[in-house]
């Protein structure tokens, strides 16, 4: 599968935007898919995933502000982000393991799209 993600883009803290990731291939349905963000200076880190079932998880740090979701028709995988801080700014890429990882562990993703830049200001 590749992955291409787009919707990235400046908006003032309290905003809102939705992130799209699009794959190809006929298998989209049966990965895990994922969202991770790199701030300038930080470590990548995973942020959002959706399981094969439609479960999802987050990291702590945008719980109830973050949604992520999939529509398995357009393989899309998708990331509304709501009440954006400034902490929230990053290039934000899709990603998913190419074996089922059921562990939150970022390592495991090993197929990644071109990142889209997030910046959220103050």
């Known amino acids: 599968v590749q992955l291409q993600a787009s919707g990235g883009g400046l908006v003032q803290a309290g905003g809102s935007l939705r992130l799209s990731c699009a794959a190809s291939?006929?298998?989209?349905?049966?990965?895990?898919m994922g969202w991770s963000r790199q701030a300038p200076g930080k470590e990548r880190e995973l942020v959002a995933r959706?399981?094969?079932?439609?479960?999802?998880n987050y990291a702590d740090s945008v719980k109830g502000r973050f949604t992520i979701s999939r529509d398995n028709a357009k393989n899309t995988v998708y990331l509304q982000m709501n009440s954006l801080k400034p902490e929230d700014t990053a290039v934000y890429y899709c990603?998913?393991?190419?074996?089922?990882?059921?562990?939150?562990?970022?390592?495991?993703?090993?197929?990644w799209g071109q990142g889209t830049q997030v910046t959220v200001s103050s």
């Open positions: 291939g006929s298998t989209f349905s049966s990965y895990i």
């Open positions: 959706i399981m094969t079932s439609g479960s999802t």
């Open positions: 990603a998913a393991p190419s074996v089922a990882a059921m562990d939150w562990v970022l390592s495991e993703y090993d197929i």
